[in-house]
């Protein structure tokens, strides 16, 4: 039997809210994880065990980090897989009096695509959050929507 998590509504000075704000990004947990792990920590009074409840909360926030890449992975690979098929499919061959202006164009236009992805990878912000962000969005019941 799975145990479920309760719900604590808690209060913190502004302050210790930054700090944990702060180190909840930096660590990529949520702050919940977070606070759960240093009550866990208080409440165990013996040191291995405290940290192994450490230990395997690192664990169980690096397991959900891999399951996500594993998904952008294979999100990827789809992609990959189905633009390849898509442009084999659908570009016909070249005559060979156009392949020197096509090669040129072709550059000219990686050359383009390569800046835009500088561009979006300076931003920090990634094409597959942004995406998940918007299905989301999309899923979440409107406050306006009859339920």
Do not use: C
Request: glycine letters at 2%; proline letters at 4%.
């Amino acid at each position: 039997m799975q145990k479920r998590s309760r719900r604590l509504n808690v209060y913190f000075d502004p302050e210790i809210h930054r700090q944990l704000e702060a180190r909840a990004i930096r660590r990529d947990i949520s702050k919940s994880a977070l606070v759960e792990t240093a009550v866990l920590s208080f409440l165990t009074d013996d040191d291995s065990e405290r940290q192994e409840a450490a230990t395997s909360r690192r664990l169980d926030r690096l397991s959900r980090q891999m399951a996500g890449l594993e998904d952008d992975v294979s999100i990827l690979a789809e992609t990959l897989t189905l633009f390849i098929r898509f442009w084999l499919t659908s570009t016909p061959p070249l005559p060979d009096s156009a392949r020197a202006a096509a090669r040129a164009m072709g550059l000219e236009r990686f050359e383009g695509f390569l800046t835009a992805l500088e561009r979006r990878l300076a931003t920090g912000d990634r094409f597959l959050r942004e995406r998940q962000r918007e299905v989301a969005a999309r899923q979440e019941p409107r406050s306006d929507d009859p339920a």
